[in-house]
């Protein structure tokens, strides 16, 4: 597989490269149902960073190639993935023998989507043929009985379409969505820790009252940024210290991008130290492309405090998603330090309830303190015990690729 072998070795120089040049990398280089292209073309979509996505898509959908639809699918079905639904790729092109649907997206105790992904909707629909694609996979027994198409299209403008589907005896069986839209909504999760929201999201995508869910997407957008810059702010306000002193009466806020950049850094180097790829579930969650493996990463600044110099909140939704993977960490940066730590989640199921924790209302999280040592180190306090936990044993460097 020479693209994942290129992707391994440079992924830089990867993510230079146009998106048709992508695909010519991949297996023999031209996307057909079941060939080594298509295979590896989906293997390498599921492990690069959302934003490299929603480029592509862009490129599909502004500039056209050959097979550009194709590629489209492809990008489309893993936005599926990244809003965390077992999907099922479709064909390329239907035959007698195989029904033409472009992927189903599942998610258990939800209803089913069928997904059409159309890159125009300069020409008119056959909503008949789509609605006899679903009425043949409920017929195989692949699909939930109360199954919907949700059809994606690339331009914004769809009101002719929306109209056909409003004029249709399937009103109620389909939804509309625009690949900008869709786009949106992979955002939002990525900007969200909470649950909540990734279910409101796939909730938008089922039928409703609503042909086209474009406006209250707008509103969810704008609604979980602000959700996003409360959660920022409440990260940057300095805890009290073991020993009952202000940390800082100061509120000196880190730059945001700065934050994310610290994260990044310090995934990027946790993951290549243990070979695997991690792939951002949300602001601060990560897995691998299996979903096994997963990741939290806080940040903290630097407190002028000698004996709690850095601070850190530990959120039950936090727990919740490492407690649901085979292997899990904690991963610990600093703002002015090259170097991270990563608790094993094992070490925190085994010690969480000897940590300090706040339950406030609506606010919940166990703090995670760092103390330093007589030897100048750094190690977890675990007040309620007394004891310190040394962080050498975690600690792993940045690496510059």
């Avoid at 199921?349 to 606010?363: E, I, M, V």
Wanted: hydrophobic residues 35%.
């Amino acid at each position: 597989m020479a693209l994942l072998s290129f992707w391994k070795s440079s992924k830089d120089e990867v993510l230079n490269l146009s998106i048709e040049q992508v695909v010519v990398n991949a297996g023999d280089g031209i996307l057909r149902d079941q060939s080594a292209c298509s295979v590896e073309f989906r293997e390498f979509l599921g492990k690069v960073p959302v934003e490299s996505l929603f480029g592509y898509a862009h490129h599909c959908l502004d500039k056209g190639f050959n097979r550009s639809g194709l590629v489209l699918q492809d990008i489309v079905n893993e936005f599926g993935r990244r809003l965390e639904f077992q999907v099922e790729d479709g064909f390329y092109q239907g035959t007698p023998k195989t029904v033409g649907f472009d992927g189903i997206w599942r998610v258990q105790g939800e209803p089913d989507l069928v997904i059409e992904v159309k890159t125009t909707d300069s020409f008119t629909v056959d909503l008949d043929t789509h609605a006899r694609y679903k009425e043949r996979l409920l017929s195989e027994g692949r699909l939930s009985k109360n199954a919907s198409t949700l059809i994606v299209v690339g331009r914004r403008d769809t009101g002719a379409l929306e109209a056909q589907i409003r004029g249709s005896r399937y009103a109620w069986d389909m939804r509309l969505i625009s690949v900008e839209r869709l786009i949106k909504l992979v955002q939002i999760n990525e900007k969200s820790d909470d649950p909540n929201t990734l279910k409101q999201i796939r909730q938008l995508l089922q039928p409703f009252e609503y042909t086209k869910i474009d406006r209250i997407i707008d509103v969810i957008f704008t609604t979980a940024a602000d959700v996003e810059a409360q959660q920022e702010l409440e990260q940057e306000i300095p805890e009290e210290t073991e020993q009952g002193v202000s940390a800082s009466h100061t509120q000196i806020r880190t730059d945001f991008e700065l934050l994310n950049a610290k994260r990044k850094q310090a995934v990027d180097a946790f993951g290549e130290s243990k070979g695997t790829e991690l792939v951002k579930r949300s602001r601060t969650l990560f897995w691998s492309p299996n979903k096994e493996f997963r990741v939290c990463c806080a940040v903290s600044k630097r407190y002028d405090n000698d004996y709690q110099p850095y601070w850190y909140a530990f959120h039950p939704k936090w727990d919740a998603f490492l407690a649901e993977g085979q292997e899990g960490y904690f991963v610990l940066a600093c703002m002015d330090r090259d170097e991270a730590f990563a608790v094993p989640y094992s070490w925190l199921l085994a010690n969480k309830q000897n940590l300090n924790r706040t339950d406030s209302g609506d606010r919940s999280y166990w703090h995670v303190a760092l103390t330093t040592m007589d030897d100048g180190k750094l190690a977890i306090n675990t007040s309620k015990v007394g004891v310190k936990t040394p962080l050498e044993q975690f600690r792993f460097p940045f690496t510059k690729r």
